[in-house]
């Protein structure tokens, strides 16, 4: 009879304390297409804070701020994206896509954010702009206005 009532105290607080997972969004074709040519982009030399700018704003799921945005892409053009291997590059795109996808911030969002200051220091990209880099990020980074709130 003890069994039984530790499994439904067992029952209990997993019942109580389980939350369905936040749905990650996985790109679309088109989102695909976009965070290619935000990989081209940042595979330039001497890639446009502008260019940058326009492609973030593009691949985002949910629109980021201007300002924000802007400085991103301000901070991404100092540093040498140039110089990392195709395979890096597009992580990278993909990460500052999974910045905006709208995720919850203290489980992927905070993942991609430290995948790409990783990455920032592999292109050794100064200290200055990873902060930079690191600070409009945060920024940049959304949660779904529309988010479910009654999980429970």
């Excluded at 081209?40 to 973030?56: F, Y």
């Excluded at 799921?61 to 590059?89: N, Y």
């Excluded at 991609?112 to 920024?139: F, G, R, Y």
Aim: with cysteine.
């Amino acid at each position: 009879m003890e069994w039984l009532v530790s499994v439904f105290v067992v029952a209990a607080v997993f019942i109580t304390l389980w939350r369905p997972a936040s749905a990650v969004a996985t790109p679309t074709s088109k989102q695909d297409r976009r965070i290619s040519a935000l990989t081209l982009v940042l595979g330039e030399p001497h890639a446009s804070a502008a260019a940058i700018d326009e492609h973030l704003r593009r691949a985002s799921r949910f629109q980021p701020d201007p300002q924000a945005s802007r400085a991103l892409a301000e901070a991404l053009a100092v540093c040498d994206t140039a110089m990392l291997d195709d395979s890096a590059r597009i992580e990278l795109a993909r990460r500052l896509y999974a910045i905006t996808t709208g995720d919850d911030l203290e489980s992927a969002q905070r993942s991609a954010l430290h995948d790409i200051q990783q990455t920032l220091v592999a292109t050794h990209c100064s200290p200055e702009a990873t902060d930079a880099v690191m600070n409009a990020a945060w920024k940049v980074a959304r949660t779904d206005p529309n988010r479910r709130r009654d999980w429970w």
